[in-house]
C-alpha cells in the first residue's frame, strides 16, 4: 500500500527498531541512501546496509539476514515485482520500498500489511482499481456447491426438478460466462498497466521530501537530491517536462538554503558549501576536461556534428572559428584557459550552436562550490559516480566499487570524487569510439522491426560495456547518432537492439532494449515484454537479474528458426495465470527466469548460443 | 667503575619507546646486586679497621663506596618502578587479559603485582555508578557520539547486539552500531571506522 504519510508511517516506526538497508547499484539510489543514512545517524537509528546489483543478490542477502530483522528497506528495487512471492518473508516481516521503477506491481499496490511503498501519488500511476484484477473466489465455489447438490437426483417430483435443474444450469453456464468475461478484461488491463516500463520521481528527491517535512534537511542532502535527479536526466529515464518540473522544486530549496550569499555583507566562508542554480552548457565534464575533448564526446554534440566523418570534423573546426576560439586554447584545460574567453563562454557557445541546429545547447542544472578550486556541476558528480560504480577493474568484486561509488558522494572524500572523473573521462572516451567505429563499418543492422548492433569480443573496452548502466548509455547514444548518420527515414524511428559479450568463459551476452528515438517521446519502454515472451518462446538460457527488466543475459550459439512458432502460441499464453482460490496476478509463471516487470531499459543476460534464435523470435513477436 | 651495570639497566628501559615492556632483565639485576653486596662487605671491613685502627685515610673510600651504593640502589629502584608504571598503563590499553609475549617479559612478582592492581582496579569499578559498576577503561577521550558508523571489512559472521538479537557481519556490508560493541572488533581489524 501506498505510504500518504511519511514522518508517521515510516521514519517513527523504523526509528526505535533495527532496519535492514538494500540499495540498488546505481547513482539515484546511492543519493537516497545517504540521506537517510544521515537522517539515522542524527537520530541514532540502528541499520544495516546491504548493496545489491540484481535479484540473485537480493534474494541471497534476504535469506541471510531474515533471521535478524523484521524491518526492511528497499531503495530503487523491489517494486515492480511480487516481492512477498519472490523473498517469501515471514508473517511479521515489513517492507518499506522507496524505488523510481514503474509501474508498480498491483500485488505490492494492494497489500495492506506487509509492503509499504513509499511513492508520491501524484506520480502518474494508473493503477487499476481493485476490483478489476481481484475477486473473492469462495463464493463462487459457493454457489457451484449449492447447485451440484441442487443437482442430486430424488424421483419425486420430477418435472418440477426439472424445470428447477434447467434454471440451474442456465445460472451456471450464464456465471461463468460472466467469470470468462471478467477475466478476460482483467487480463487486458494487466497488460496494458504492465505493457510499458517508465521511472517515476527519482528516490533521493523522495527522501529529501521526508527530511525537509521533518526539518532536518541540510545543504549537503540537497545537493544528493539534485545528484539524483541528474542521474535520471542523464540517463534518459524521465521527460523532459518532469525534469525541468523537478528542478523548479529543488531550485526553491536551493534559494532557501543558500540564500546568505547574495548578500553583500554577510557572506559565508569560502570554505562552505555553496549550491548555486546554473543555466550551464550540456557539454560533459567540460571544466574538469579541455572543451574540445568535451565537445568531440558528449553524445550531443557529437551526434550533431556527425564527429565520426570528416565532414562532421570539419565542422566542428567551424563551430570553433565561429566563435572565433582559437584552437590552441580550445585544447588545453579549462581551466588554463584565458580568463577573457571564459568570460562569455556560454552565451558564445549557445549562440554558435543555435546557428549550426543544436537548440537546446544549455540546460538548467545546479553547482556546488567549496573552498577555492572545487567546482563540479551535477552531472559532473553523476558520471564520476557512475564511472566508480561501474569500474571495470577486477582486484574489487562490485560491493568494493559500490562503497567506493558510495564514499566518493561525501565532501572529504574528494580524491575519489578525482578518481571517477578520471575514470569517467575514460567511459565517454571509449564510448565515442565503439560509436564512431560501429558507425563507419556499419554493424548497425536493420532486423525489420527493430536495429540490432553486436559488439564482439575484441572489441577495445568490451570490458567496460558488460555492466548494465555503461551499455545502456552506450545504446542510446548510439541509436541517437544512428539517427544522425542514416538518410533512411524509416530506420529513424526503429528501437535498438544491443549486444555486448559479458563472460567469454561462460559464454554470455548482454542485450539491451531502447525505444525509438522521438521528440516527444514519453521514455516508456516495451522491451522487458518483448525480452520475456521471446526468451520463453524459444527457452533460451536467460537470465533477467537486473532490476530493469531490459537487460538480459543469452548464450551464445545458435537459435534456431522452429522457435518462431514456439513464440506466437507463447504470447498468448505469457499473461495471466489465476491461482487457486485466490485471484492473484503471478508474474512468476509467466517465464521460467523472468519477472513480467517492465523497466524502461531493456537489459538482459543470455547464454550466447541461443542469441540467434533468441533475436528470431524478437523479430517474429514485434513485427 | 662502580655503577656501570645500573646505568646499563636504566638506560635500557629509557631505550624502550613509551608503552613497550622490554624483557625483565634478572641479570643484570643480579650483576648490580653483587656489585652492591660486594661494595658493602668492602665498606664494612673498612670501617671496622678505621673504627679500631684508627686509620681515617680509609674514611674518603668509605665515603666514595658508599655512594656508589647510594647510586646502585637509586638505579636498581627506578629501573624497578618505571616497569611497574608502564604495567600499570598496559592494564588500561589491553584489559585484564594481557597477550602472552608480554606475560613472559613480566617477572613472577610483577606478575602478581599486576594482579593485585587488577583486583583493586575491579573493585573500584563495582563500587561505582549504582548496582552494576562502571567500566572506565572505556572511552579514554570523550566520544563525539554514542553510534558510530562501521564498514566490515571481512566476512566475520554473527555478532551479538543489545537486545540478543544478532547482526551478520559480511564483507562491505554498513552498520551503525553502539560504539563500545564495536571498538573490541575495531581493533581486532574486522570492522572499519567510517568518517563521512
Request: aromatic share 10%; net charge negative; hydrophobic share 35%.
Amino acid at each position: 500500500m501506498f505510504v500518504s504519510d511519511f514522518r508517521k508511517e515510516f521514519y517513527e516506526v523504523v526509528q526505535s527498531q533495527r532496519v535492514l538497508l538494500f540499495v540498488a547499484s546505481d547513482v539515484d539510489a546511492l543519493c537516497a541512501c545517504k540521506i537517510l543514512q544521515a537522517l539515522f545517524q542524527c537520530d541514532h537509528v540502528q541499520y544495516t546496509l546491504v548493496p545489491v546489483a540484481g535479484w540473485q543478490e537480493l534474494e541471497t542477502a534476504f535469506l541471510e539476514h531474515k533471521a535478524q530483522f523484521r524491518y526492511f528497506i528497499l531503495i530503487n528495487c523491489g517494486a515492480n515485482v511480487d516481492l512477498l512471492d519472490i523473498l517469501q518473508p515471514d508473517e511479521d516481516t515489513i517492507f518499506f520500498v522507496c524505488d523510481t521503477h514503474r509501474p508498480v506491481n498491483v500485488v505490492n499496490v494492494y497489500n495492506d500489511t506487509q509492503i509499504k511503498l513509499l511513492i508520491k501519488q501524484d506520480d502518474d500511476l494508473e493503477v487499476p482499481a481493485y476490483d478489476d484484477i481481484f475477486r473473492d473466489d469462495e463464493e463462487d465455489e459457493e454457489h457451484l456447491g449449492n447447485d451440484s447438490d441442487g443437482s442430486e437426483p430424488s424421483g419425486s417430483e420430477p418435472s418440477e426438478k426439472r424445470t428447477r435443474l434447467e434454471e440451474e444450469i442456465v445460472e451456471q453456464t450464464r456465471r461463468r460466462r460472466q467469470r470468462r468475461e471478467w477475466e478476460a478484461r482483467r487480463r487486458d488491463i494487466l497488460f496494458d498497466y504492465e505493457q510499458y516500463e517508465y521511472h517515476g520521481t527519482s528516490s533521493a528527491m523522495v527522501m529529501f521530501d521526508l527530511a525537509w517535512m521533518m526539518s532536518k534537511d541540510l545543504n549537503d542532502m540537497l545537493w544528493w537530491a539534485i545528484v539524483g535527479l541528474t542521474d535520471q536526466w542523464v540517463q534518459d529515464k524521465i521527460t523532459q517536462m518532469k525534469y525541468v518540473t523537478d528542478v523548479g522544486i529543488l531550485q526553491r530549496h536551493v534559494s532557501r538554503h543558500n540564500h546568505r550569499n547574495e548578500d553583500e555583507e554577510n557572506t559565508l566562508s569560502v570554505d562552505c558549501t555553496r549550491v548555486s542554480f546554473e543555466y550551464d552548457l550540456r557539454l560533459a565534464l567540460y571544466q574538469h576536461w579541455s572543451l574540445h575533448d568535451s565537445l568531440c564526446n558528449t553524445s550531443y554534440t557529437a551526434a550533431r556534428f556527425k564527429l565520426w566523418s570528416v565532414h562532421g570534423q570539419k565542422r566542428l573546426q567551424e563551430f570553433l572559428a565561429d566563435m572565433g576560439l582559437p584552437l590552441k586554447q580550445v585544447k588545453q584545460k579549462f581551466q588554463s584557459m584565458d580568463i577573457s574567453l571564459k568570460e562569455n563562454l556560454r552565451e558564445m557557445i549557445e549562440e554558435s550552436a543555435t546557428k549550426f541546429g543544436m537548440k537546446d545547447m544549455r540546460v538548467q542544472t545546479f553547482s556546488i562550490h567549496f573552498g577555492f578550486k572545487h567546482k563540479f556541476l551535477a552531472s559532473d558528480v553523476v558520471f564520476a559516480t557512475m564511472s566508480l560504480l561501474e569500474n571495470p577493474e577486477k582486484d574489487g568484486s562490485g560491493t568494493d566499487h559500490f562503497i567506493q561509488a558510495l564514499d566518493s558522494l561525501s565532501r572529504s572524500n574528494l580524491d575519489k570524487l578525482y578518481l571517477g572523473l578520471e575514470l569517467a573521462k575514460k567511459q565517454l572516451r571509449a564510448t565515442q569510439q565503439t560509436i564512431a567505429s560501429c558507425l563507419c563499418t556499419n554493424l548497425v543492422i536493420s532486423q525489420g522491426p527493430f536495429l540490432y548492433c553486436s559488439l564482439t569480443e575484441g572489441t577495445p573496452d568490451a570490458a567496460l560495456f558488460s555492466k548494465p548502466v555503461s551499455l545502456n548509455l552506450l545504446s542510446r547514444h548510439l541509436l541517437k547518432s544512428f539517427v544522425y548518420s542514416t538518410k533512411n527515414r524509416r530506420c529513424k524511428l526503429l528501437p535498438l537492439v544491443m549486444a555486448a559479450p559479458l563472460n567469454a568463459e561462460q559464454g554470455t551476452v548482454t542485450m539491451v532494449g531502447i525505444p525509438p528515438e522521438t521528440d516527444s517521446s514519453d521514455r516508456k519502454n516495451f522491451f522487458g515484454r518483448a525480452f520475456e515472451k521471446a526468451a520463453a518462446s524459444t527457452s533460451s538460457r536467460t537470465l533477467h537479474n537486473h532490476f530493469d527488466f531490459s537487460d538480459h543475459c543469452l548464450r551464445r550459439p545458435s537459435l534456431s528458426s522452429r522457435c518462431r512458432s514456439c513464440l506466437q502460441a507463447g504470447s498468448s499464453q505469457a499473461q495471466s495465470r489465476p491461482g487457486p482460490g485466490w485471484c492473484r496476478f503471478t508474474p512468476r509463471a509467466v517465464a521460467p527466469a523472468g519477472r513480467s516487470c517492465l523497466r524502461c531499459v531493456r537489459v538482459m543476460e543470455l547464454k550466447a548460443e541461443d542469441r540467434s534464435k533468441f533475436l528470431d523470435a524478437l523479430v517474429s513477436l514485434l513485427s | 667503575m662502580f655503577c656501570e651495570k645500573a646505568m646499563e639497566l636504566v638506560r635500557e628501559l629509557h631505550r624502550a619507546p613509551e608503552g613497550q615492556l622490554p624483557a625483565f632483565n634478572e641479570d643484570g639485576l643480579r650483576q648490580v646486586l653483587e656489585e652492591m653486596k660486594a661494595l658493602y662487605e668492602q665498606n664494612q671491613s673498612d670501617v671496622n679497621e678505621a673504627k679500631s685502627g684508627g686509620r681515617s685515610d680509609l674514611i674518603p673510600t668509605i665515603k666514595f663506596r658508599h655512594c656508589s651504593l647510594l647510586r646502585n640502589r637509586r638505579c636498581t629502584v627506578a629501573y624497578l618502578y618505571d616497569r611497574l608504571l608502564r604495567i600499570r598503563a598496559l592494564r588500561w590499553e589491553y584489559g585484564s587479559v594481557l597477550p602472552n609475549a608480554l606475560r613472559f617479559h613480566m617477572s613472577a612478582e610483577e606478575m602478581e603485582w599486576f594482579n593485585h592492581y587488577k583486583k583493586s582496579l575491579a573493585t573500584y569499578m563495582r563500587s561505582l555508578g549504582g548496582d552494576e559498576g562502571l567500566d572506565i577503561t572505556q572511552d579514554m577521550k570523550p566520544p563525539k557520539s554514542l553510534y558510530i558508523e562501521v564498514r566490515c571489512l571481512k566476512d566475520y559472521g554473527e555478532f551479538e547486539v543489545d537486545d540478543g538479537t544478532s547482526i551478520l557481519l559480511k564483507k562491505n556490508s554498513q552498520h551503525f552500531l553502539p560504539r563500545w560493541k564495536c571498538e573490541q572488533l575495531i581493533r581486532q581489524g574486522v570492522l572499519e571506522h567510517v568518517l563521512s
